[in-house]
Nanobody, 122 residues
Framework: QVQLVESGGGLVQAGGSLRLSCAASGRTFSGYNMGWFRQAPGKERDLIARITWSGGNTYYADSVKGRFTISSDNAKNTVYLHMNSLKPADTAVYYC???????????????WGQGTQVTVSS
């Protein structure tokens, strides 16, 4: 059974940092793209960062570029999202996803985690 389990969310003040983790299990993800999406209340689920499982290629949405860093640890089957200089606008549920194409849309991804809440207070 394939599982993606996110952790590391929470409440942080503006300007603070968090590190989200996505532990993957149940199959080999070699060749997969791992994405971090977020969804704020009343808004669509948007891709904010993506990395190939090997870690060779990354993508960042403009809204997080320079503040967030995505990385992968193949030995631990884990993908991370390091978030710095957090803003209230970053408040959302953050989801980890895995897909075989490097797409930007939720339907491009086959496997999803349950999400973790990130709340940034002003």
């Amino acid at each position: 059974q394939v599982q993606l389990v996110e952790s590391g969310g929470g409440l942080v003040q503006a300007g603070g940092s968090l590190r989200l983790s996505c532990a993957a299990s149940g199959r080999t993800f070699s060749g997969y793209n791992m994405g971090w999406f977020r969804q704020a209340p009343g808004k669509e689920r948007d891709l904010i960062a993506r990395i190939t499982w090997s870690g060779g290629n990354t993508y960042y949405a403009d809204s997080v570029k320079g503040r967030f860093t995505i990385s992968s640890d193949n030995a631990k089957n884990t993908v991370y999202l390091h978030m710095n200089s957090l803003k209230p606008a970053d408040t959302a549920v953050y989801y980890c996803a895995a897909g075989r194409i490097s797409g930007a849309w939720p339907y491009d991804y086959e496997y999803w985690g349950q999400g973790t809440q990130v709340t940034v207070s002003s």
